[in-house]
Structure formats: structure tokens, C-alpha cells
């Protein structure tokens, strides 16, 4: 393409930065606006040029590391570093660049072609240069469209991006022969709730003291503009200290279509549990400590006891009544909006991985363990840890940090491994941290920028859950790995006998109430 199709003859205003020693150019009216260096959430196995993605007043942005992009070396920030952010083709994207110069006044007739060849620059993404004012610097201008790689987009690029979220919504997955529970701490004490009662699991809030109450009634809370009571579990049911630490939650249950928000003083996972290891309760307990339990499941030959609770036995229809009483009046359309909104919601489980939030849907999701023995496996790929015995069934296990190329980070006491069913197969996945679980609008949750659609994220992110001050990218695991990986781990345990035993990995200390934010 010639210069002078590209640029029309008289004048046109440059917005010229720095990368290195090199002078660039961006044509002003591509530009929307100069930002400083925003928090960038990275995207695993994005292309290397792309740095992430940030929240710029409530809409995603992608940012392009144009020193990656033009194969210059890695730079530390600075005061003068800023975002460019460019309009290409109605699409927004971020240009990082080591500093803005000024804006330039230039005459197109003085814009020469670009030379065939130019030291570190892909020349397909230079328009054109110009010399500048003392004319013994180039300016080098950028076809923002070739350095954002967007000239050959198309909407039908990604409309194969959310094909996981509808047919996620299709599929309901109920185990006939299994229960399961989130279960969580009173005491010393393990109980749990099936999960089909748990809405979503937060961190301890600020209550509003309420007068004249039980005393097992806490407060209320606001939780997405609804009043919810909060209960604490503790008192109502005489198990342990009042004492909130930095592991107490909030576990936020539907008792008979009243959300409630039920403190425990530890949440412990999420797990899965064999009907045939749920009895009734003893006959010692058949008073009104028996009353309350619809079961008591015994894992582990025994040694573990999770005893299931009956919300409604726990709390009586004169009590409920009465705590209705301190919820905010609604009437019959507020109430069937309401609903409407909670069907639009995505359930997710939140986890971190290298200092970024991630989250899949809980029907991907079976349980939730603390790391265990893992067996390694010969052969097997880089990324796979070896085996795991979980409850007689040997199942792969996953290290996404290796999966996504993250770094190698030690383990510690709040690793953990998700247990999916991908593909008709067990598979565990290892991950730094589980935070939470936590219901996401479908308003919120927003396709992948553009840029980032050509790559391999395009396979397995089902798009970003675009929150107030947090980023999570929403993963569809049955797309974290190609087809014929999948058959590879498919052999893992049957085909290949594992090797020795190793113990379970040394954990490295954190310090009390300390987390890794890695």
C-alpha cells in the first residue's frame, strides 16, 4: 500500500512516545485517551505481546506491551510510562509505552514510505516516518490496526467464544448415588449442607446491630441492594467461641425461599459424599441434638465425620417468621425481578493462581481437597503432578500453574486440588488458593477482548467476570487441554502403572493468618 493512500494530503496530528531511543507516532484521531499505568490482571497463554487486561471505568480493556510486540528488551516502569488507548476499527485496546512525548502538527506531503526493512520493528506495522522538527530524528508512524493484529476481525471471530456459558446452562449435572456438600466448622466440629441450600459463601461483613433480638441474630447486611439476617450457627446451636478470626464466613443459604447468611467458623470444601456413607443418627442423639441432623456421613474408614444439617429443623417457622420481620419490604414485582435476576447468575468458584483470580462454574466442579499423597507417573506430560487415591478411584492431577506456564511456586496449607468430571474422566486440578463461592450476573460477565480471541485462550477462557475492583476470568475445563492431551491423561492410571510414592509435598509456612498473594 502506498503512502499516499494511506495518508490524504494536507495535515494530520501526531501523538508521538518513546519506546527505547526510537521516536513513534500514532495518528490522533485513533487516540481516545492517555492513561497512566493501570493494575493489569495477566492473562495466561495470551500471546507474549499481550499484558493483560484492566478495568477502565467499568469496561475491559486488553494491553498490548508494545516493547514486546516490537521484540525490544523487558523495562522496568517509570513515572513517565502510560497506556496510549486506541480506537481500532470500534474496538478498544491499551498501548503501553515507555513515555508520551507531545502532539504533532505534521504535513502529509513530508511523510515518506517506510524503509523495507527497519532494526526491531516489524515494518508491517509502520504506515510511514517522518522527520521531526530538528530533522535528525525519525518519527516511526504505527498502523494501530497491524499492531493490534484487528485488521482481518470479524464479529464471527467470537461468537464461538461463549459456545462453553450456553451450553454450560443446558447441562445440569445431579450424581444419583452421591451428595453433595459444602461442609464447614463449629468448633472442633464438622458439619455440612448440601450445596443445592448454599448460595454463596463470603467473608465476614460489616452487621448492622438489630435491638430486641435472639441472640443468635446477629444483624443484617445489605448483599447486592437486599437486607439479609445474618445468624450466627455458633450461638444458635451452643458450638465453640464467638471469636471471628480471618477464617470465619458467612455462608449464605435459601431456608424455604429466605436468604440468610449463616456464620461458621470455617469453611472446609466442597466435596462429594457416597449415599452409602450417610446414616441416620445414632439413638444417643434422638433428642433435640438428633432432631437437627438429617445424617451423619462416615469417610475415611471412620475417622472423618461430617454431620448433615436440617436448616429447617435448626430454625422453626415461628422463628423464620421472625426474622422476616427485619427484612426490607418488597412487593410481587420486586420479588419477580428478583428471581429473574438470580437465574441470570453464573455460580463460580473462585480460586487463585499466580496472583490472579480465576473461577469455574460449580457444576464443573465435584469437590474441592486439601493436597494429598501424589503418586508420579512416568511418561507422563510436564504439567501433569501424578496420581492421586481418592476414595479408591486413582485420578490425574493437574498442575495449572505448569498448564499455564505460570512459574513454579511451592506448595502450602491452603493449596488445594479441584476434582472435576471432564470429559467422562476424574481429573483434579491444583491451584494456589480456593477464596470463594461467589454468584456472578451474566451482565457482568463479558466476552474476551478481541485481541486476545486468536490465541489459545480462545479455547479455554469462557470470558471475564468484570467486577468492581476485581477481575476474574471464567474457565471452561473441558477446553484446558487439546483433544489429544486429553487422551493421553485418559491412560494415566489404566495403561501405566504408577511409580513409587512420594509423601505429601512439605508445605511451605506462610506464618499465621498469613496468605500468598504469588
Not at 467464544?161 to 454450560?168: L, M, P
Not at 474457565?475 to 510414592?501: D, F, M
Request: net charge negative; proline share 3%.
Amino acid at each position: 500500500m502506498s503512502v499516499e493512500s494511506v495518508f490524504s494530503s494536507g495535515e494530520m496530528q501526531l501523538v508521538t512516545f518513546a519506546l527505547g531511543e526510537e521516536t513513534f507516532g500514532i495518528d490522533i484521531m485513533n487516540v481516545q485517551e492517555i492513561i497512566r499505568i493501570p493494575s493489569i490482571t495477566v492473562v495466561p497463554q495470551a500471546a507474549a505481546y499481550v499484558e493483560g487486561v484492566t478495568n477502565l471505568r467499568g469496561h475491559i480493556l486488553p494491553v498490548i506491551d508494545t516493547r514486546a510486540k516490537f521484540g525490544l528488551q523487558k523495562k522496568e516502569r517509570e513515572v513517565s510510562s502510560r497506556v496510549i488507548v486506541v480506537d481500532v476499527n470500534g474496538k478498544t485496546v491499551g498501548l503501553s509505552v515507555d513515555s508520551v512525548s507531545e502532539v504533532l502538527r505534521v504535513d502529509t506531503e513530508r511523510i515518506e514510505a517506510a524503509p523495507a526493512t527497519i532494526t526491531g520493528v516489524d515494518s508491517s506495522s509502520i504506515s510511514g516516518v517522518v522527520k521531526l522538527n530538528d530533522q535528525k530524528k525519525l518519527a516511526m508512524i504505527l498502523d494501530v490496526a497491524s499492531v493490534c493484529s484487528m485488521e482481518k476481525s470479524s464479529a464471527a471471530e467470537g461468537a464461538g467464544f461463549r459456545k462453553g456459558v450456553e451450553q454450560a446452562r443446558k447441562k445440569e449435572e445431579k450424581a444419583l448415588d452421591e451428595v453433595q456438600l459444602v461442609s464447614f466448622l463449629l468448633g472442633n466440629e464438622e458439619f455440612g449442607l448440601e450445596i443445592e441450600r448454599v448460595r454463596e459463601i463470603i467473608r465476614y461483613p460489616e452487621i448492622v446491630k438489630v435491638p430486641n433480638v435472639a441472640p443468635y441474630i446477629k444483624g443484617l447486611i445489605s448483599l447486592r441492594d437486599t437486607l439479609m439476617p445474618i445468624i450466627d450457627l455458633r450461638v444458635k446451636l451452643n458450638m465453640g467461641s464467638e471469636e471471628n478470626t480471618i477464617s470465619t464466613r458467612v455462608v449464605v443459604a435459601d431456608l424455604e425461599g429466605v436468604m440468610v447468611g449463616l456464620i461458621v467458623d470455617k469453611v472446609f470444601e466442597v466435596t462429594r459424599v457416597p449415599q452409602d456413607t450417610i446414616f441416620p443418627p445414632p439413638q444417643a442423639l434422638s433428642g433435640e441434638t438428633g432432631e437437627r441432623l438429617k445424617g451423619i456421613a462416615r469417610l475415611e474408614e471412620g475417622k472423618r465425620i461430617i454431620m448433615l444439617m436440617d436448616l429447617q429443623d435448626i430454625i422453626s417457622s415461628e422463628e423464620l417468621q421472625e426474622i422476616e420481620q427485619f427484612e426490607s419490604k418488597q412487593d410481587i414485582e420486586e420479588e419477580t425481578l428478583e428471581q429473574e435476576l438470580q437465574e441470570d447468575e453464573e455460580q463460580m468458584v473462585v480460586f487463585r493462581l499466580a496472583g490472579e483470580q480465576f473461577g469455574v462454574r460449580i457444576t464443573q466442579v465435584q469437590e474441592i481437597n486439601r493436597l494429598s499423597k501424589i503418586t508420579k507417573v512416568p511418561r507422563a506430560p510436564e504439567y501433569v503432578e501424578g496420581v492421586v487415591n481418592l476414595r479408591g478411584e486413582v485420578i490425574p492431577v493437574i498442575d495449572l500453574r505448569k498448564r499455564f506456564a505460570m512459574g513454579h511456586k511451592d506448595y502450602t496449607e491452603f493449596t488445594r486440588i479441584i476434582v472435576s468430571d471432564i470429559n467422562k474422566k476424574k481429573v483434579g486440578l491444583i491451584v494456589d488458593e480456593v477464596l470463594e463461592v461467589l454468584r456472578v450476573s451474566h451482565q457482568l460477565l463479558e466476552e474476551a477482548p478481541e485481541i486476545l480471541q486468536d490465541k489459545e485462550v480462545q479455547r479455554f477462557m469462557d470470558g471475564i467476570a468484570n467486577l468492581d475492583k476485581r477481575m476474574i476470568m471464567l474457565l471452561n475445563l473441558e477446553n484446558i487441554l487439546l483433544e489429544k492431551e486429553w487422551k493421553k491423561i485418559s491412560q494415566i492410571g489404566q495403561n501405566e502403572a504408577p511409580v513409587s510414592k512420594r509423601a505429601a509435598p512439605k508445605l511451605k509456612k506462610q506464618g499465621k493468618g498469613k496468605q500468598s498473594n504469588d
